[in-house]
C-alpha cells in the first residue's frame, strides 16, 4: 500500500516538470524546479469506476492436495430387489450323514403280477445203487412208559397293550403242564429240551412291532402296517430251553402296537409246546 502511495506521487511531480518545460521553452530550468515538494494528504477516494472487460482465461492451475476423507453419509434405502442370477456350478458331494430314526411305514402296495414259470432243469444222471448196510440193533420197547408233556394255547383279551413290556394274554385255551402264567404274560420253562413257538396276531387303526423274547432278547421281530384294513402279524421259532428260561411276547417299537381285539370275530394266539425233553431228562424218566 505504501509503494502505491509513493509511486502516485512520483507520477504527479514528472506531470508538473513536464508542463513547466513546455510554457517555458527558452528559459533556463532551475533546479528548484525540478524538485517536487513533499506531497500533501490523500485526498477522498472518488467513485467507483465502471467494471472492466473481462480478461483472458488463465492457466489452469496445479492439481491441489487431496483434501480430507468425509463423513459417511447416511445409509440409503434398500434398493429393489435385483433378477435371479445363473445359477453356479453344482458343489462337490458332502460327507455321509448319519442314519436317521425308521420313518412310518408306507401303505402297502398292490399284489404284483405273478412272474412266468422257469424253465425247468436238465435232469441229473441217476447215481450207483450202494451197498446194502448191516442191520441195527434191536429196539428198546418203550411202551408204557411215562412222557413229560409242555403245552399251552393262549388269547389275548384287550387292546393296544404298552410297549417294552410282556403282553399279557388272559384267555387260556390250552395249558399243560401249567408253565404258561397269564399274570405275568410268560412262558417259564419246566421241561429241558426243544420247544416250538408261533403267535399269530390281529393289528387295526396303527401299524404293529412285535418280537418273541427270549431271556430278555429278541429271537423274531415282526413288522406289519396298518393299510386301513385289519391285518395279521405272525412268526414261529424253535428254541432249545433250559429249566427256568423264559419266552414271551412284547411290542419292541413306540407307538405301534396296533395289537387289535374284538370278541365277535377276532383273536390273536400265543402258542409253544415241548417238541421233544434233552436226553438227560428223557434217561431220568426211563429209569424211573
Not at 37 to 60: C, F, L
Not at 121 to 148: D, H, M, V
Not at 200 to 211: E, P, Q, V, Y
Request: charged share 20%.
Amino acid at each position: 500500500m505504501l509503494a502505491l502511495f509513493f509511486f502516485i506521487c512520483a507520477v504527479q511531480c514528472a506531470t508538473s516538470q513536464f508542463r513547466t518545460i513546455l510554457s517555458k521553452r527558452d528559459a533556463s530550468i532551475n533546479s528548484s524546479q525540478l524538485l517536487c515538494s513533499m506531497p500533501g494528504p490523500p485526498g477522498a477516494h472518488g467513485p467507483a469506476g465502471y467494471p472492466g472487460s473481462a480478461g483472458q482465461i488463465g492457466r489452469m492451475g496445479f492439481p491441489g492436495k487431496d483434501g480430507k476423507d468425509g463423513k459417511d453419509g447416511e445409509s440409503g434405502d434398500p434398493g429393489e430387489k435385483g433378477s435371479q442370477g445363473i445359477p453356479g456350478n453344482a458343489g462337490e458331494p458332502g460327507p455321509k450323514g448319519k442314519q436317521g430314526p425308521i420313518g412310518k411305514a408306507g401303505a402297502r402296495g398292490d399284489k404284483g403280477l405273478q412272474g412266468d414259470l422257469g424253465k425247468s432243469g436238465t435232469p441229473g444222471k441217476k447215481g450207483s445203487l450202494g451197498n446194502k448196510g448191516a442191520p441195527g440193533l434191536q429196539g428198546i420197547c418203550k411202551c408204557g412208559i411215562k412222557q413229560e408233556r409242555s403245552a399251552f394255547s393262549v388269547a389275548i383279551t384287550s387292546s393296544y397293550p404298552k410297549e417294552r413290556l410282556p403282553i399279557k394274554f388272559g384267555k387260556i385255551l390250552m395249558n399243560e403242564g401249567e408253565h404258561y402264567n397269564s399274570s405275568s404274560g410268560k412262558f417259564h420253562c419246566g421241561i429241558p429240551g426243544i420247544y416250538y413257538f408261533s403267535y399269530d396276531i390281529t393289528l387295526a387303526n396303527k401299524h404293529l412291532a412285535i418280537g418273541l423274547v427270549y431271556n430278555g432278547q429278541y429271537q423274531v421281530k415282526t413288522f406289519d402296517a396298518n393299510t386301513g384294513n385289519h391285518d395279521i402279524a405272525s412268526g414261529s421259532t424253535i428254541l432249545h430251553l433250559k429249566q427256568g428260561d423264559e419266552v414271551w411276547l412284547q411290542i419292541f417299537y413306540s407307538e405301534q402296537n396296533g395289537l387289535f381285539y374284538d370278541s365277535y370275530w377276532a383273536d390273536s394266539l400265543f402258542t409253544g409246546f415241548l417238541i421233544y425233553p434233552d436226553q438227560v431228562v428223557q434217561n431220568e424218566m426211563e429209569e424211573q
